[in-house]
């Protein structure tokens, strides 16, 4: 159990679009997801938190406007990266939180290259 | 200001050997502190995770080791194998919520 997955595993877009990266929890529901940044060979950055129903919370230094959150249903979160720009590009990870358990999941994560 | 810091950036080890990871943390009210194996291109992925009204927490051959009074824990591996091979993170929080986590340490067990 407790299995959250994330669609698409790689990207590859221009400079200028937008990419959709989707989060789900697929045998759990997950009142809260966490959206994480990671360079190369760094640690986890938390970009936001957000909660179903309700607008996500940044993390101070993330623009809110370029990475849009949406946490539509229990089971499905969405990071939109706007305009993206090269120094977008890096491993996006999303979690969610198993209320039965306390605890928090990972994804496998979403490697965005911005060309 | 990081929240928690973790030792060392990089361990290598033979086969059958035991690495010792530690992490300190600042925060008192932190009352979850899990461990995450990662592998290459892949998300991180709950190895273990104890909370503050232990002492000690076995699963297989993973043990994390947990020191309140010093705000100190540790992950042992016992009989590591090459597979063990990957990036570690600790990380403290309060379950349920963002976690704050460690810079990682790069695991090599060689055969």
């Known amino acids: 159990g407790a299995v959250v997955s994330q669609h698409p595993s790689r990207v590859i877009c221009k400079s200028g679009t937008s990419v959709k990266i989707e989060c789900r929890s697929l045998?759990?529901?997950?009142?809260?997801m966490f959206w994480y940044r990671q360079f190369p060979k760094q640690s986890l950055m938390l970009m936001a938190t957000?909660?179903?129903?309700?607008?996500?919370?940044?993390e101070q230094g993330v623009e809110k406007d370029k990475f849009l959150i949406n946490h539509a249903s229990l089971t499905l979160s969405t990071l939109t990266v706007t305009s993206a720009h090269p120094e977008d590009s890096s491993f996006y990870i999303c979690?969610?939180?198993?209320?039965?358990?306390?605890?928090?999941?990972f994804g496998p994560g979403t490697r965005l290259t911005v060309l | 200001q990081q929240q928690v810091k973790q030792s060392p950036q990089s361990l290598i080890v033979q086969k059958g050997g035991i690495p010792i990871i530690n992490c300190a943390y600042e925060?008192?009210?932190?009352?979850?502190f899990p461990w995450y194996q990662q592998f290459p291109g892949k998300g991180p992925a709950l190895l273990i995770a104890?909370?503050?009204?232990?002492s000690e927490k076995k699963e297989g051959r993973f043990t994390i080791s947990f020191n309140k009074s010093a705000k100190q824990f540790s992950l042992h591996i016992m009989d590591s194998q090459p597979g063990d091979s990957a990036t570690y993170f600790c990380?403290?929080?309060?379950?349920?919520?963002?976690?704050?986590f460690g810079k990682g340490t790069s695991l090599l067990v060689t055969p």
């Open positions: 925060n008192t009210a932190f009352d979850y």
């Open positions: 990380a403290a929080g309060h379950s349920g919520y963002a976690l704050n």
């Open positions: 104890i909370r503050p009204d232990v």
């Open positions: 979690s969610a939180r198993d209320g039965s358990y306390n605890e928090q999941f």
């Open positions: 957000s909660n179903e129903g309700s607008k996500a919370t940044y």
């Open positions: 045998d759990f529901q997950a009142t809260t």
